[in-house]
């Protein structure tokens, strides 16, 4: 009450009507005003929210490529809860080397030299084709305990074995030897050396991992494995020297390099030095090598042993007895799976599919770190999470890592040997999915398989698709091993914690590798730089296969469509078994399935064959330009001489125009299958003595250069994976009733034999199995040993498809 009374004085000392009018005045401006400010600071909190919501979404989106599937994870037990496959080879891109399945692991290789070498070109350690090795590889490799290797190194022959002795807490024993001749038999001496080794890139273990020497053998200690022991015992021959050095390496990718500079400089290299990095405070030994002179012929048993274990580790002629009854257990295996013998396969025909079979499995490798990936959303590339991954590689010597595709087809052949290694590597590539549903197609995991890949295929991104073969690999083992998947088998519950991650890898497909028009799709990834001859499609796996001239948003890409068919129809096949509703996928399958709309944007009347569309034009050639400096050097690019229209790409008749064959997306009645098979039958078309060849040889970029640097890789020669789909689906159909049944038995009766005589013709002239062959000669090409997919040829023999 009295402060109103104070107001009211003080507003009459101005007087009545002035006063009043005045204050009903400024009344109504103040609230003009606070209706005006209100209204401003309602705009300024509504930008300020849409902006946290932008920067916050922004922060959402940088984050999304880079972070786990949020739902169960597949691989539910590995390192010592699996005791048989704990201690294995799994270092593929060494000539001889063992881990186990643990991050952590400490790892052991080989190395050799010959005592006239005099320079570190000569010390064998990664498998580098620069060595030209007239051959490497496995005879036998079971995957689980025992492996039998055969290396060529003139003068020297080598062999390398290994068998495992899983028990105790620690993991077991295991005891490799190494067996070295010379050529006449004739005693030339060698250098070799075994070393342990720790990979400190995760950083430091609690307790630290540590190695030393104590009295001429290898000791060590990890917190998974405590106390182990590594002895070199020669079981026969002669020992000239021994010598070893403790030392620190900055890493598993420099080991050959530190081995160098620990060898004194006497000018005949033949013993070790102390390591003077040692001096350095706070550097500790990482990297022991111990290094024997010996003389030919030789055999050596590098034996490795924990305390926990009463059994004593294989050694000598027990270890001999051991080797050899594993290895004909492995042939009697052998035969009962592939029944290749009961073929009429001459033992000789049988030794190279088992040396196949084994090169896949023994190139089963187990790594771990984190690869790099971007997004569009991401201003850098950034780190993907740490994981393990379980997987086989193309090539030991030039792909030794992991690749989504290629796995695809390896699970082809490694399921038929053994459906547990098969679902154990697909668990390890669905858990490295991220919660878009997206799976990086190369996987570049630890300081070894990083220094052996070019800085500009480091970086994955998310919207780089890869052929999603695992998910059909999968189907194949639901249809042709149903009673695995019975109610309450571990291989069903396996499949069962794969289910959403599948589902949600379908779904990234659906939704990001759609085309502009219905049920069609395109490959995204596709970029003109200008010196291209015809821009290359990495993410179709069929890296320079010539597709539309002009990248644009209008293509249409026929393989993806009908591997988005083969997918609908895998996981139709997965959610049957698993009593799950398949009715989403098989209304996919059906929709793509018709083939009508497979014709409408694909089938060329005048050509009569399927192709891609897009923005093309086959006018186009390489130049070389001349730089407007003349002390420049003149660059090749490409010249456009006809401008490019939208259409169909029909002067590519090549493996992407088969899709609709190869997938069996075609009703055996299909008159558009009867023209596939004539085509496929003609010798100025696709086929060669030596397989299906991958572009027509009337087409205009038929091994042609796609820059000046880049020679032909899609564009002429065989694959043995294509070809692989061809026998399936030639097999296939047949087998089923349709008017084009017995042409298509004809035909793969043909091309197998085709394809088998000349993989084995050139296995037995130079020793090695080949990315791709010649299509004019047979003759390998690419890179050596490729026992990815070509190994495949072990079920070409068998016909198992």
């Known amino acids: 009450m009295v402060r109103h009374k104070k107001v009211v004085t003080v507003q009459h000392k101005h007087g009545n009507n002035e006063t009043s009018s005045s204050s009903s005045a400024s009344e ?19 930008i300020c929210f849409t902006i946290a919501v932008y920067v916050g ?47 952590r692991s400490p790892v052991f290789g080989l190395m050799w030299y010959d005592l006239t070498a005099t320079t570190r070109k000569g010390i064998r350690h990664w498998c580098d084709q620069a060595d030209n090795l007239p051959t490497y590889g496995w005879l036998r490799h079971d995957g689980v305990t025992f492996g039998e290797q055969r290396i060529l190194d003139p003068p020297h022959n080598m062999t390398t074995s290994f068998v495992t002795t899983p028990g105790g807490e620690h993991g077991g024993h295991w005891t490799v030897r190494v067996s070295v001749n010379a050529d006449n038999n004739a005693n030339i001496p060698i250098a070799l050396v075994w070393y342990g080794a720790l990979d400190e890139s995760l950083g430091p273990t609690t307790p630290p991992s540590r190695l030393w020497v104590e009295n001429g053998e290898l000791l060590g200690h990890t917190p998974q494995l405590r106390n182990f022991k590594v002895r070199l015992l020669a079981h ?61 012929p030789f055999d050596l048993d590098i034996v490795y042993s924990t305390e926990d274990l009463p059994t004593p580790p294989l050694k000598g002629d027990e270890y001999t007895r051991t080797l050899e009854s594993k290895k004909k257990s492995f042939d009697d295996e052998f035969e009962v799976k592939f029944r290749l013998a009961e073929k009429g396969y001459t033992e000789s025909e049988v030794g190279i599919a088992r040396a196949a079979m084994s090169n896949m499995i023994g190139g089963i490798g187990y790594f771990y770190g984190a690869g790099r990936v971007r997004s569009s959303h991401t201003r850098e590339p950034v780190p993907y999470w740490r994981a393990p991954l379980y997987t086989a590689v193309p090539s030991r010597s030039f792909f030794p890592r992991g690749f989504l595709w290629d796995e695809g087809f390896h699970g082809l052949l490694i399921g038929r040997w053994d459906p547990e290694i098969q679902l154990d590597i697909a668990a390890h590539w669905l858990d490295l999915i991220n919660v878009e549903g997206w799976i990086p197609r190369e996987q570049i995991l630890g300081v070894e398989a990083l220094a052996r890949v070019p800085k500009e295929f480091v970086v994955q991104n998310n919207a780089a698709a890869n052929p999603p073969m695992l998910l059909l690999q999968l189907a194949h083992l639901v249809r042709t091993r149903p009673r695995l998947f019975d109610p309450e088998t571990h291989y069903r519950q396996t499949l069962d914690r794969m289910f959403t991650r599948l589902q949600a890898w379908y779904q990234w497909f659906q939704t990001t590798q759609k085309g502009e028009e219905p049920t069609s799709y395109r490959w995204r990834g596709r970029e003109d730089t200008g010196d291209q001859l015809n821009p290359k499609t990495l993410t179709s796996g069929l890296d320079d296969y010539p597709r539309a001239s002009h990248p644009s948003e209008i293509e249409r890409h026929v393989d993806l469509r009908c591997w988005m068919y083969s997918v609908a129809d895998s996981m139709a096949v997965i959610a049957d078994v698993l009593q799950r509703d398949s009715s989403k996928f098989e209304a996919i399958r059906d929709q793509l399935g018709d083939e009508e709309l497979l014709n409408e944007l694909h089938w060329s009347p005048h050509t009569q064959t399927y192709a891609d569309y897009g923005l093309h034009t086959d006018g186009v050639r390489l ?91 899609w564009r002429g020669q065989v694959w043995v994976n294509i070809n692989y789909l061809a026998l399936s689906a ?21 091309l197998s034999a085709n394809v088998v005589r000349n993989i084995l013709s050139e296995y037995r002239r130079t020793g090695y199995l080949w990315e791709q062959y010649s299509s004019s000669d047979g003759r390998g090409s690419g890179c050596r040993p490729f026992t990815g997919w070509t190994a495949l040829v072990t079920l070409i023999m068998a016909e198992e498809y």
């Open 28 to 46: 109504t401006s103040n609230s003009s005003n606070f209706k005006i400010l209100s209204f401003w600071k309602s705009i300024v909190g509504f």
């Open 236 to 296: 026969k021959g002669k020992v000239i020297h021994k010598s070893y050095s403790e030392a620190h390496a900055p890493g598993l990718h420099v080991l050959k390099e530190k081995y160098f500079s620990l060898l004194k400089p006497d000018g005949r290299l033949t013993a070790l030095g102390p390591d003077p990095d040692l001096d350095q405070k706070g550097i500790e030994v990482n990297f022991v090598p111990i290094q024997l002179l010996v003389e030919t």
């Open 57 to 103: 979404s922004l922060g959402y989106l940088e984050t999304r490529v880079n972070t786990p599937f949020a739902d169960e994870k597949v691989v539910q037990e590995s390192g010592l809860a699996i005791p048989e496959r704990y201690w294995g080879s799994y270092r593929p891109g060494v000539y001889m080397g063992m881990k186990s399945r643990e991050p």
């Open 623 to 713: 130049v070389r330009k001349q730089p407007k400096n003349p002390r420049d050097q003149p660059t090749v690019v490409r010249s456009v001489s006809v401008p490019p229209e939208p259409r169909l790409v029909t002067s590519a008749f090549g493996y992407v125009s088969l899709f609709p064959l190869l997938l069996k997306v075609l009703a055996p009645s299909s008159a558009k299958l009867g023209s596939m098979l004539a085509s496929l039958d003609k010798p100025d078309l696709l086929w060669s003595p030596y397989g299906l060849r991958s572009l027509s040889k009337s087409s205009p970029l038929f091994m042609k250069r796609n820059t000046e640097h880049d020679p032909p890789y």
């Open 730 to 750: 030639l097999k296939h159909y047949a087998a089923v009733p349709g008017p084009h049944r017995e042409r298509a038995g004809q035909l793969h009766k043909r």
